[in-house]
């Protein structure tokens, strides 16, 4: 049996999206991907918490500041109130379970504020000096470079300390989350990756690797490393 990854999407008013590629970089490396709804009820939460062996919480807009105290900053974008009660509900949920968690651009946001953390809401005014982290290149195309620490967990799976990446943000990690830790950073010192600094598998990075995956397979890595965790659950 394949493990079952939730993954959850972006929405508008009365629609749900999801890129492809995320489901199909879960299928290709061995997982079986669902979508996951922007559910109301609780008992729904703990539910699907139990049937997911693993959830990967997708890109997509921004998350209101209001979830580390903070008022809106004139360079907040759009923001999806029920989509992140969901996801934070959802989120602290499954790390409470144990259950592996990865995280792309919305996501390791997302997962840093579920666990205590903050948010740039605008790099590009709040911080001197940053690189352009929204590319207009080609989605596929890598347009900077992360450094990676060499005693982490991205580090085994990648096997480089350097990484070219794709950039579609302008919001980033401040202050991390006491269960996470920072693994990856841009030149500029922006925070590209996190992971988790205790037992649990916890993976996540600013750039969409899942628009990477077919033509750069350093990326595709990630998803099989993340999906073999998410089948050790049994
Ligand atoms: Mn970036």
Redesign the pocket.
């Known amino acids: 049996m394949r493990p079952i990854v939730g993954i959850s999407c972006s929405m508008d008013e009365e629609s749900l999206k999801l890129n492809m590629n995320y489901y199909q970089a879960v299928e290709e490396a061995g997982g079986l991907p669902i979508l996951v709804p922007i559910l109301k009820e609780q008992d729904n939460l703990y539910q699907l918490a139990n049937l997911l062996d693993g959830m990967i919480f997708s890109g997509g807009v921004d998350i209101d500041p209001h979830h580390y105290n903070e008022e809106p900053h004139l360079g907040l974008g759009q923001i999806t109130p029920e989509r992140d009660e969901l996801e934070i509900t959802l989120c602290r949920i499954l790390y409470e379970m144990k259950r592996p968690i990865f995280g792309i651009c919305r996501g390791i946001q997302l997962i840093n504020v579920a666990l205590g953390g903050t948010l740039y809401q605008d790099i590009k005014t709040q911080l001197p000096k940053v690189?352009k982290?929204y590319q207009e290149a080609p989605a596929h195309s890598p347009t900077?470079e992360?450094s990676i620490e060499k005693d982490s967990l991205l580090f085994s799976i990648v096997k480089r300390e350097s990484l070219r990446?794709n950039?579609f943000?302008h919001q980033?990690v401040k202050d991390v989350a006491a269960a996470l830790r920072i693994v990856a950073r841009?030149q500029d010192g922006?925070v590209?990756a996190v992971e988790s600094n205790n037992d649990r598998f916890v993976l996540a990075v600013?750039?969409h690797p899942e628009r990477m995956f077919k033509r750069h397979r350093e990326h595709f890595e990630l998803f099989r490393r993340f999906v073999e965790e998410c089948a050790k659950k049994g």
């Open positions: 690189l982290h900077h992360v990446v950039s943000h980033a841009a922006v590209e600013q750039w």
